[in-house]
C-alpha cells in the first residue's frame, strides 16, 4: 500500500524559510517521480514543483521559481520542499503525490497534507 | 500556458440519478505518441485529492465502475451513472500536455439533493 506522509507545516513569518519532508512507503521510491501541490485555503489545486526519480530533473511553477527547492533522498525515500522568502500567498496545505514513471505525468497517490500558514 | 475550464462549477444530484462534468481546455491535450494527457480527481470534504481518471478515459485501479470519463482534443466529460452519498465533494480535471507545467480545473462542488 501506497503511503505519503508529509511533515513541517507551521506557521511562520513573511520572508520567513522552512523545509517540507514527505517519507513514502509502499512502492519502489527511487523509480518515480515525486511532486507537490499545494492548496490555498477555500480555493483550488496549484502545481507547485516536480523532481524526476534519480533527481536529476527538478521542474517549478513560476508563482515558486527561484524561492524553492526539491529534493529527494532515495535512501530515505523522502522527498524535500525546502521554502524561502515565504509570502502570505503561499499559505496552503502542501500535499506531496507519487507518479507513474521516472518523469512527472501524473498524480497516483497523494498523502495527507501539511499545513504552512505565512503570517506575522 | 494551457488553461482548464469547467461547466458547471456546481451541481446538485439525488442519490442514483446520473451526473456529468464537462471539462475543456485552450489548446489540444493529445500528444504525439497517441496519448490524451487529461485526468480527473475527486477531493471529498476534508480529504486529499485521489486520481480517479488518467488519460482522458482509464479507470484508476479501485475506482467504482460508476465513473467514466471520455473526450479528445479540447473537450472531456466525466460521468457518474448513479450517484451515491460518497460521491459528494470538488471534482478537478486536469492536464499534464504542456510539461512540466499541470494545470488543474477551477473545479465542480458536487452534493446530494
Known amino acids: 500500500e501506497v503511503q505519503l506522509l508529509e511533515s513541517g507545516g507551521t506557521l511562520v513569518q513573511p520572508g520567513g524559510s522552512l523545509r517540507l519532508s514527505c517519507a513514502a512507503s509502499?512502492?519502489?521510491?527511487?523509480?518515480?517521480?515525486m511532486s507537490w501541490v499545494r492548496q490555498s485555503p477555500g480555493k483550488g489545486l496549484e502545481w507547485v514543483s516536480s523532481i524526476s526519480g534519480s533527481g536529476g530533473s527538478t521542474y517549478y511553477a513560476d508563482s515558486v521559481k527561484g524561492r524553492f527547492t526539491i529534493s529527494r533522498d532515495n535512501s530515505r525515500h523522502t522527498v524535500y520542499l525546502h521554502m524561502t522568502g515565504l509570502r502570505a500567498e503561499d499559505t496552503a496545505i502542501y500535499y506531496c503525490?507519487?507518479?507513474?514513471?521516472?518523469?512527472?505525468?501524473?498524480?497516483?497517490?497523494w498523502g495527507q497534507g501539511t499545513v504552512v500558514t505565512v503570517s506575522s | 500556458d494551457i488553461v482548464m475550464t469547467q461547466t458547471p462549477l456546481s451541481l446538485s444530484v439525488s442519490p442514483g440519478q446520473p451526473a456529468a462534468i464537462s471539462c475543456k481546455s485552450s489548446r489540444s491535450l493529445l500528444y504525439s505518441n497517441g496519448h490524451t494527457y487529461l485526468y480527473w480527481f475527486l477531493q471529498r470534504p476534508g480529504q486529499s485529492p485521489q486520481l480517479l481518471i488518467y488519460e482522458a478515459s482509464k479507470r484508476f485501479p479501485g475506482v467504482p465502475d460508476r465513473f467514466s470519463a471520455s473526450g479528445s482534443g479540447t473537450d472531456f466529460t466525466l460521468k457518474i451513472s448513479r450517484v451515491e452519498a460518497e460521491d459528494v465533494g470538488v471534482y478537478y480535471c486536469m492536464q499534464s500536455k504542456q510539461l512540466p507545467l499541470f494545470t488543474f480545473g477551477p473545479g465542480t462542488t458536487v452534493d446530494i439533493k
Open positions: 509502499g512502492f519502489s521510491f527511487s523509480n518515480y517521480a
Open positions: 503525490a507519487n507518479d507513474r514513471g521516472e518523469y512527472p505525468d501524473c498524480f497516483d497517490f
